[in-house]
């Protein structure tokens, strides 16, 4: 379902992660769908929120290889005031109506639906009250880029 979500996006695809997830993150399907969708052509944009910066970059995270290729239009931050920090889900959602939530981030239970565009906007704004308190990590920049 995640690949999917990622495959039928436009121009955005949000995800917040505890700690990008290696069961899901890691999979090659969703890595070719992400692939796809940043050398598309369409000015697409991904955006992440991480909870612990520092586990994908210990695990080696394949996204983060994927991402470092192509800095324009991956973008990452993570999650530091307290408040949102204990908010511990997590999700995957695009700018035409799909989305995969899951209540504790830690698990991969959770709903998923391809075209539910009113609570894709709920999760969007949710995401970028987050994001605008987040800090951006530097750290995942490649060669200065």
């Not at 399907?29 to 994908?56: E, K, N």
């Not at 970059?57 to 204990?86: C, G, I, M, T």
Request: glycine share 6%; charged share 30%; aromatic share 8%.
């Amino acid at each position: 379902m995640a690949t999917q979500i990622v495959a039928n996006a436009r121009r955005r695809v949000w995800i917040r992660s505890l700690d990008m997830e290696s069961w899901l993150f890691d999979h090659a399907d969703l890595l070719t769908a992400l692939r796809d969708f940043a050398t598309a052509g369409r000015d697409g944009q991904v955006l992440i929120l991480l909870h612990d910066a520092t586990a994908p970059q210990a695990a080696h995270a394949k996204l983060l290889e994927l991402a470092q290729r192509l800095p324009s239009v991956f973008q990452f931050r993570e999650v530091n005031d307290p408040v949102y920090r204990e908010d511990r889900s997590a999700m995957l959602a695009n700018d035409t109506g799909g989305y995969y939530t899951r209540t504790l981030g830690e698990r991969a239970e959770g709903i998923a639906c391809l075209d539910g565009r009113g609570r894709v906007r709920q999760l969007q704004q949710r995401f970028e009250e987050i994001w605008e308190r987040s800090r951006p990590i530097a750290e995942y920049r490649a060669l200065g880029i």
